[in-house]
């Protein structure tokens, strides 16, 4: 037993924190007063700094996303038109500063640990990403994400399959060693320039770079670690159509519209002031958004099957989805200890109001159906063990 532990301990870091990880965004200046908004509002705050990457910032944006992203610390770096063709779309435009603002954040601060990068139309969840790279020995070359062969014909210039190098996609977030940058940094300028395909994705040229240093580590199960089941390339509700199981404490969802990354932000957390000096806090859903639940009426033959911070539908299955919610965990503050809450209501659609009456009483993770009335709409009433009440801070 004492020799399992000893092997655990060497192979994972149970201490890490989440100031161990260098956080950062890729965006651009079509998205920053867009995209970029959004993510401040929501995900941003989990964090206690954040980089973004853009070519260009607009006038007074700069101000404007850290006022709203507070008390978050916003990294802000501009690195020009990096573009490598006249006539470009802006996602042609954005590849080839992937690497470079890979480089240049490594550079900044060599003192972290983990360095964890995504789209600005992607969603991580912070805690779910410290307790996944607390698996990881950080001491260890290890590039962590969801794992694709890169495409042949912008690889090799042919359409034809000639071998599969792998790669993670970049907006479904990645997570790299400081280890391994340390190894790979001083090659990253010169491999970038090699690569003009107008089509080459950022994502697949650090893999290419990353290839041709060091062919024999780079594969699964070596430098690359295949985490499929933690980082999504698209939204929940696509990854659910597709068959995906999203209840695993996801790491980060990808290619969220703006409402999208609300939606996700409304699944996992509950943003609020308190109604006696209106300061901010949260509440953390994450541990139970995605259970499925089955929420009684008035027989066991009529009920509703509930993904909690999801969706709602008649049978376990989503091919009988009803309603997406379409709110936040909307907090139910007491008449007399005005700052104790003491339930939450979330919508689904305009005619389902799910209200959580929280009761220390229920098994952690357990939801009670306790009673319902139909009005205009349905309110049905359930019981079970909410998330405490947390301030934005990083200890």
């Known amino acids: 037993m004492m020799i399992l532990f000893f092997t655990y301990l060497t192979l994972s870091d149970p201490n890490l924190t989440i100031h161990d990880i260098g956080v950062a965004v890729w965006s651009g200046k079509e998205c920053i007063n867009t995209r970029m908004v959004a993510a401040c509002n929501t995900w941003v705050k989990q964090f206690p700094e954040v980089a973004v990457y853009s070519d260009f910032y607009p006038k007074g944006s700069k101000e404007k996303l850290q006022s709203i992203a507070s008390p978050t610390k916003l990294l802000f770096f501009e690195l020009g038109d990096c573009r490598q063709h006249y006539l470009v779309t802006a996602w042609q435009r954005a590849q080839p500063r992937f690497m470079k603002a890979m480089e240049h954040f490594y550079r900044y601060n060599t003192s972290k640990k983990w360095y964890f990068f995504c789209d600005d139309d992607s969603f991580p969840i912070a805690r779910n990403l410290v307790a996944l790279l607390k698996d990881y020995n950080s001491e260890e070359s290890k590039f962590i994400g969801k794992l694709y062969c890169a495409w042949p014909e912008v690889v090799f210039g042919k359409k034809e399959m000639e071998e599969c190098i792998l790669f993670a996609q970049g907006g479904a977030g990645v997570c790299?060693?400081?280890?391994?940058?340390?190894?790979?940094?001083?090659?990253?300028?010169?491999?970038?320039?090699?690569?003009?395909?107008?089509?080459?994705?950022?994502?697949?040229?650090?893999?290419?770079?990353?290839?041709?240093?060091?062919?024999?580590?780079?594969?699964?199960?070596?430098?690359?670690?295949?985490?499929?089941?933690?980082?999504?390339?698209?939204?929940?509700?696509?990854?659910?159509?597709?068959?995906?199981?999203?209840?695993?404490?996801?790491?980060?969802?990808?290619?969220?519209?703006?409402?999208?990354?609300?939606?996700?932000?409304?699944?996992?957390?509950?943003?609020?002031?308190?109604?006696?000096?209106?300061?901010?806090?949260?509440?953390?859903?994450?541990?139970?958004?995605?259970?499925?639940?089955?929420?009684?009426?008035?027989?066991?033959?009529?009920?509703?099957?509930?993904?909690?911070?999801?969706?709602l539908g008649l049978t376990d299955n989503f091919e009988s989805f009803l309603q997406r919610q379409t709110s936040q965990y909307i907090p139910v503050f007491d008449e007399k200890e005005v700052d104790k809450i003491v339930a939450y209501k979330q919508y689904y659609n305009?005619?389902?109001?799910?209200?959580?009456?929280?009761?220390?009483?229920?098994?952690?993770?357990?939801?009670?159906?306790?009673?319902?009335?139909?009005?205009?709409?349905?309110?049905?009433?359930?019981?079970?063990?909410?998330?405490?009440?947390?301030?934005?801070v990083w200890p």
């Open 176 to 311: 790299i060693t400081a280890t391994y940058f340390a190894r790979i940094v001083d090659n990253m300028t010169e491999c970038n320039a090699k690569f003009t395909h107008r089509y080459y994705a950022g994502s697949m040229r650090f893999a290419k770079c990353s290839h041709d240093a060091f062919p024999r580590e780079w594969i699964e199960g070596r430098i690359l670690s295949r985490r499929d089941d933690k980082f999504f390339s698209t939204g929940p509700i696509s990854e659910i159509e597709d068959g995906a199981n999203i209840n695993t404490h996801p790491v980060n969802f990808h290619k969220l519209s703006i409402s999208s990354i609300y939606y996700v932000r409304n699944s996992y957390m509950s943003m609020f002031n308190l109604p006696s000096n209106n300061a901010s806090r949260f509440t953390d859903w994450r541990d139970v958004a995605g259970n499925k639940y089955t929420i009684y009426m008035d027989t066991k033959l009529h009920s509703y099957n509930l993904m909690l911070g999801y969706y």
């Open 350 to 392: 305009d005619n389902f109001l799910l209200e959580i009456i929280c009761d220390d009483t229920v098994p952690q993770g357990k939801m009670w159906t306790d009673h319902y009335e139909i009005r205009n709409y349905t309110h049905v009433y359930t019981r079970m063990k909410c998330p405490p009440i947390e301030e934005y």
